[in-house]
């Protein structure tokens, strides 16, 4: 298990070894936690990301969501010029989209993140599915 913490100055505070093991056999390379390439908080290009729009989603009962927190803040303070959003599920896990896709945090998630945007499927519909 991985608990994200702001107070930690990558976000992460890894309280199990399972995480750390798993990341080294995918990456063996790593540096861990400090990584760019398991936390983007930290990588010294993140003023020059290069896109003009970043939303960042997290959900209250997520153990990933000091991660989140952490990227939000870190992009902010970056100096990186685009628009910088959050979407903050209340009373939810991590992948609630994915367990109960028609709840409404799942619904109001999908909106936010333009799922559907041109597609034939009615938003009105989507949220009936229940």
Not at 106 to 117: I, S
Request: negative net charge.
């Amino acid at each position: 298990m991985v608990e994200m913490s702001t107070n930690s100055p990558t976000g992460f505070a890894n309280t199990e070894g399972d995480f750390h093991e798993l990341w080294h056999f995918v990456y063996p390379t790593t540096t861990g936690s400090d990584d760019p390439r398991i936390n983007p908080a930290v990588d010294p290009r993140l003023s020059r990301l290069a896109c003009n729009r970043v939303l960042v989603c997290v959900a209250e009962n997520d153990r990933a969501r000091d991660g989140g927190l952490f990227y939000y803040e870190s992009l902010g303070k970056s100096g990186w010029g685009g628009v910088l959003e959050i979407l903050d599920s209340p009373n939810e896990g991590h992948v609630f989209h994915r367990v109960d896709p028609t709840c409404e945090n799942a619904c109001d998630f999908a909106q936010k993140n333009g799922f559907f945007p041109q597609s034939s499927l009615r938003w009105e519909n989507v949220r009936s599915w229940k």
